[in-house]
């Protein structure tokens, strides 16, 4: 996987996107994982804990190198996310204050708004969305949303 693999989509010069990896914390914080989770790879593991402690410090975003997370991973508000060693599927979109503990996995097109937060073995489907400032406490299906602060599960069809 390449560094840069989250950002082809974006359509905008070179020099836009110069400027949104130095001021946009998202896309920083996305990009300092892809390094420190490519060091890691290559077993560089000290300079991976250091990129680490540097995407705290600079974007208050916290993204364990040792997270599998497919392409498409994007952050809207960075401060205030904690991603822990998980696996996670392809266009990952996830908001600020949010939480993802040890050992989910979790499928492709999720998407995980302000506060959620999800803690242990626990499998979410793909298209799946978890409302602002709900706490996922079981596993969820393909196509379904947790709203409310519970694990309410809806079908979208």
Known sequence: MS?????KSYEISKLE???RLLFDRGISAVFI???????????LT????LLKHFNIIVNHCEV???AEIGQGFRIYHAI?????????????????????????KIGNNVTFFAGSVVNGF???GNNVQVGANTV??????????????????????
């Open 64 to 66: 364990a190198y040792q």
């Open 3 to 7: 560094v840069f693999q989250d950002f």
């Open 80 to 104: 205030g996310i904690v991603i822990a060693k998980c696996e996670i599927g392809e266009n990952f979109k996830i908001f600020q204050n949010s939480t993802i503990g040890t050992a989910p």
């Open 46 to 49: 000290f300079l991976a804990i």
């Open 17 to 19: 996107y110069l400027y």
């Open 122 to 124: 626990i499998n979410i």
């Open 33 to 43: 994982y892809r390094l420190s989770n490519w060091c890691y790879m290559h077993k």
């Open 136 to 157: 996922v406490l079981k596993d969820m299906q393909d196509n379904s949303k947790a709203l409310g602060g519970k694990t309410q599960f809806l079908d979208v069809k």
